[in-house]
């Protein structure tokens, strides 16, 4: 069965360091997502991705985020100046089609900020 | 604020038990709703999506009643892979997915 895959599946990093975060999607879709999860916490949107440009983001999705697909395969969360409020599994999320579809997550990765 | 709540658990329950789990959601333009399942530090993962007639998928049942913006599940007897954290989900948006978790409820399924 096709899976979305995530790498690294553990970061860990200094405060105030940049962290680039990567995602393999399922290979016929074409909706990408962003969540990431606060240990003990529920799981939060950051961001949808179409057709190369953001369709949503939340409130946590500021200026310290950002998003791309450089090469048409990864999708990548890029965390500047990373916080340690940042620490959290960060999961990758992929969808064939907009309208009530099903996600499909990677494994997520588990960054630590110290 | 738009929010998606769940029974808080944990539920424990013995093998073969019939357990459900109830969600309330506060955004009355949303859309589409699901049960996800997730294991201790992995990811999320589909159990089932919920349509308005209601569905089954063997031991699983779901049922959404939008009046009163109430999604359930039931698990009929339960085995002890079903230990896991259930989450709500729901899809505020006809178009575009913003996916809105509620904070799920743990079961633990005892021998």
């Known amino acids: 069965e096709p899976e979305v895959t995530q790498t690294p599946s553990h970061q860990v990093t200094q405060m105030g360091q940049e962290v680039i975060l990567r995602c393999v999607p399922i290979?016929?879709?074409?909706?990408f997502y962003w969540y990431r999860q606060i240990l003990g916490q529920k799981v939060e949107f950051l961001v949808s991705?179409?057709?190369?440009?953001?369709?949503?983001k939340s409130e946590i999705f500021d200026d310290q985020f950002s998003v791309e697909r450089p090469d048409g395969s990864n999708f990548t969360l890029k965390i500047r100046s990373t916080k340690l409020e940042d620490s959290a599994m960060y999961f990758c999320?992929?969808?064939?089609?907009?309208?009530?579809?099903?996600?499909?997550f990677g494994p997520g990765t588990r960054l630590t900020v110290l | 604020r738009k929010e998606v709540e769940q029974d808080p658990g944990p539920f424990n329950v013995p093998e073969g038990a019939t357990v459900a789990f109830n969600c309330t959601y506060s955004?009355?333009?949303?859309?589409?709703f699901f049960w996800y399942r997730q294991d201790c530090r992995k990811e999320p993962k589909l159990l089932m999506s919920?349509?308005?007639s209601g569905n089954e998928d063997g031991r699983f049942t779901a049922q959404l009643n939008r009046a009163s913006q109430y999604i359930s599940l039931l698990i009929r007897d339960s085995k002890l892979s079903d230990s896991a954290t259930y989450l709500c989900?729901?899809?505020?948006?006809?178009?575009?997915?913003?996916?809105?978790f509620g904070p799920g409820t743990r079961l633990s399924v005892l021998p």
């Open positions: 999320a992929t969808s064939l089609r907009e309208v009530v579809d099903t996600q499909y």
């Open positions: 290979s016929n879709h074409l909706y």
């Open positions: 991705f179409y057709n190369n440009e953001i369709s949503e």
């Open positions: 955004n009355s333009a949303s859309q589409s």
């Open positions: 919920v349509y308005s």
């Open positions: 989900v729901v899809n505020e948006r006809n178009y575009g997915q913003n996916f809105v």
